[in-house]
Antibody, heavy 115, light 108 residues
Framework: QVQLVESGGGLVKPGGSLRLSCAASGFTFSDYYMSWIRQAPGKGLEWVSYISSSSSYTNYADSVKGRFTISRDNAKNSLYLQMNSLRAEDTAVYYC????????WGQGTLVTVSS | EIVLTQSPGTLSLSPGERATLSCRASQSVSSSYLAWYQQKPGQAPRLLIYGASSRATGIPDRFSGSGSGTDFTLTISRLEPEDFAVYYCQQYGSSTWTFGQGTKLEIK
């Protein structure tokens, strides 16, 4: 049973930084690609980034490339998203997802970028 | 980037009816990497279908997926009250992953 718990969201000013974390349990974390997906208020789902099981491969949506960095620690069963140079349009619920045969999702953490 | 276009945007049906949701891709998608999700208000998305046609664990058999190449379909054979929600398709076989914009299934 995939269990994912996100943390680290909150209110941040434009231009600021935030680091999201995702604690995983109930599955073999090191076997899975992991991803961050976000959903702006009242909008659809937007893929943000993924990282391969051994951290060899990462990729980012154009909207966050150069500002966000995904990483993982397989020894700690944890996924991270370092978000820099935040903008108002980054305001969203950020979901952590474990992706193999489809993706299993956490409950999300809200990031609000506002002055 | 592969663009996924879902139709219709909103589908109004009654419980007991059959729902057919479409997901069309701008270029061919590997069937192995096409998934469908259900999202209810205030909740995280839930995986329904992976590999275009395989039901996820615990998903009732009234949900089925089909299609290949650029055209995929999610069918709900007989709508239950709890099925009214927003549905998203996702492809994760290319270097960048994408979602469709969603289909809202509402009670008529």
């Amino acid at each position: 049973q995939v269990q994912l718990v996100e943390s680290g969201g909150g209110l941040v000013k434009p231009g600021g930084s935030l680091r999201l974390s995702c604690a995983a349990s109930g599955f073999t974390f090191s076997d899975y690609y992991m991803s961050w997906i976000r959903q702006a208020p009242g909008k659809g789902l937007e893929w943000v980034s993924y990282i391969s099981s051994s951290s060899s491969y990462t990729n980012y949506a154009d909207s966050v490339k150069g500002r966000f960095t995904i990483s993982r620690d397989n020894a700690k069963n944890s996924l991270y998203l370092q978000m820099n140079s935040l903008r108002a349009e980054d305001t969203a619920v950020y979901y952590c997802a474990a992706c193999g045969e489809g993706c299993g999702w956490g409950q999300g953490t809200l990031v609000t970028v506002s002055s | 980037e592969i663009v996924l276009t879902q139709s219709p945007g909103t589908l109004s049906l009654s419980p007991g009816e059959r729902a057919t949701l479409s997901c069309r891709a701008s270029q061919s998608v590997s069937s192995s990497y096409l998934a469908w999700y259900q999202q209810k208000p205030g909740q995280a998305p839930r995986l329904l279908i992976y590999g275009a046609s395989s039901r996820a664990t615990g998903i009732p058999d009234r949900f089925s997926g089909s299609g290949s190449g650029t055209d995929f379909t999610l069918t709900i054979s007989r709508l239950e009250p709890e099925d009214f929600a927003v549905y998203y398709c996702q492809q994760y076989g290319s270097s960048t992953w994408t979602f469709g914009q969603g289909t809202k299934l509402e009670i008529k």
